[in-house]
């Protein structure tokens, strides 16, 4: 079997793609029935707070503001009865030991963007050393951006293989894999990143840098729930799904929340699977909430 019809293979264990079209009228579908529902929940706005990767991914960043943003976490626990603390702490490889020497609040965890974020552009053995350098840092969690160029030129054993070695320096961290969905633009095109990172090792895979494309959509997560749900019935492996990119509000979130409830389940909805990555929604839940 050569390389391309090994691949295909993969892609035909797979429901086949819905047309676009049939995607965005069933995403609207499951919004329109059970997203009031949803928001009307308090305890749904904090289980979503607790899933939050709060980010932030600036090229005005400093060690000054780092601190300050983590002591914003640190004092915000316990602080609010009602809300857990976020998930993770999300930034640049080079601050992870800052976040590490500051970061006092229970079970927040230490997320890094790794591997040439945001474009991947940059050589294989880079994205290895800056992940194994982020873990031994003191990373638990790894977000790494799907090499698109490999991608779009079919080159999917250079992809695979590349993203699997990503895996292998995280040793024991979590690894996200953006798909950079706005760039896929199609629903093939997102099954398929979907399906190659999932058969790399990727614990989660995740819409979008936020960056240079648009960022997620409800689309993009009905696929990427769809792929999610039939890799755990092939494989027996239950992987994580993060929606990033333009989530900043009580209302975006639980549109996302409900996409991911109805399709993947409520086992799927805690820190340990689910994950909103975002700058503004903490802030937001919590305004909303007092």
């Not at 904090?46 to 005005?60: E, F, R, S, V």
């Not at 626990?77 to 999300?90: E, I, K, Q, T």
């Not at 894999?177 to 997102?190: D, K, M």
């Not at 790399?200 to 792929?227: H, L, N, Q, W």
Request: glycine share 8%; proline share 2%.
């Amino acid at each position: 079997m050569n390389e391309q019809d090994k691949f295909q293979t993969a892609f035909r264990r797979f429901d086949a793609t819905e047309p676009d079209e049939v995607v965005a009228k069933r995403a609207a579908a499951i919004r329109d029935a059970h997203f009031a529902e949803n928001f009307a929940r308090k305890d749904v706005w904090a289980k979503i707070y607790g899933c939050i990767d709060l980010t932030t991914l600036h090229a005005t960043d400093t060690e000054t503001t780092i601190r300050k943003w983590v002591e914003r976490v640190n004092g915000a626990d316990g602080a609010r009865p009602a809300l857990p603390n976020v998930a993770a702490l999300c930034t640049y490889p080079i601050f992870t030991e800052v976040v590490r020497q500051s970061l006092l609040a229970g079970g927040v965890k230490i997320a890094v963007v790794a591997g040439g974020f945001p474009s991947a552009q940059t050589f294989s053995e880079v994205k290895i050393a800056e992940t194994a350098m982020s873990v031994m840092g003191g990373a638990d969690e790894i977000d790494t951006v799907m090499n698109l160029g490999y991608f779009f030129d079919g080159a999917f054993e250079a992809l695979t293989d590349e993203l699997a070695e990503i895996k292998d320096s995280c040793l024991q961290a979590t690894l996200k894999v953006i798909l950079e969905t706005g760039a896929l633009r199609t629903a093939e095109n997102i099954r398929r990143a979907a399906i190659l990172s999932l058969y790399s090792g990727a614990d989660f895979i995740k819409t979008s840098t936020g960056k240079d494309y648009p960022g997620a959509t409800p689309e993009a997560v009905y696929v990427m729930c769809r792929v999610i749900r039939q890799y755990e019935a092939l494989s027996g492996r239950r992987a994580g799904i993060k929606i990033s990119g333009g989530v900043r509000t009580v209302e975006d979130a639980v549109l996302y929340y409900t996409l991911v409830k109805e399709l993947l389940g409520e086992e799927w909805l805690d820190s340990r699977f689910f994950r909103i990555g975002a700058s503004r929604l903490a802030d937001d839940i919590v305004q909303r909430m007092e």
